[in-house]
């Protein structure tokens, strides 16, 4: 039995492949036009959810998203790894176990879209971009 059982980190990992050159991708996911679009459209994401959920204890998470690009060739390859966690009174909760397991799957599908959205938009900047 875990002591601390929300000291586990619920994470995803995607990775893949561009024909575009490292620096390009570089330059795209360093956009800072881009990044503060992406964080309105997150932070949007998160009030909804918040004020659809109605529990005794708000719950709220916060994924951490960190992309490693390396230039393979004329291709770039890009991986993504996402973690979830929960911030607040819902992270001591969680920590002491309380709904350890709902919360686990929560926090892992999060993580999971987060890293299939990404792979979503730098694919198709890349892809609609290749002659």
Do not use: K, N
């Not at 996402?82 to 176990?97: A, E, K, P, S």
């Amino acid at each position: 039995m875990t002591l601390f059982p929300g000291l586990r980190g619920y994470a995803a990992e995607r990775q893949l492949r561009v024909p575009a050159e490292a620096s390009q991708v570089m330059g795209w996911l360093t956009d800072s036009d881009r990044r503060e679009r992406e964080w309105l459209r997150q932070v949007e994401a998160q009030i909804v959810a918040v004020l659809a959920v109605r529990t005794r204890f708000p719950l709220r998470w916060e994924l951490q998203q960190f992309a490693t690009v390396e230039p393979a060739g004329e291709a770039t390859d890009i991986t993504v790894r996402v973690q979830g966690q929960m911030v607040g009174i819902g992270r001591v909760l969680h920590l002491l176990g309380w709904r350890d397991t709902t919360t686990a799957r929560f926090l892992t599908g999060e993580a999971s879209r987060g890293a299939d959205s990404f792979v979503s938009a730098v694919t198709a900047q890349f892809t609609e971009s290749s002659p």
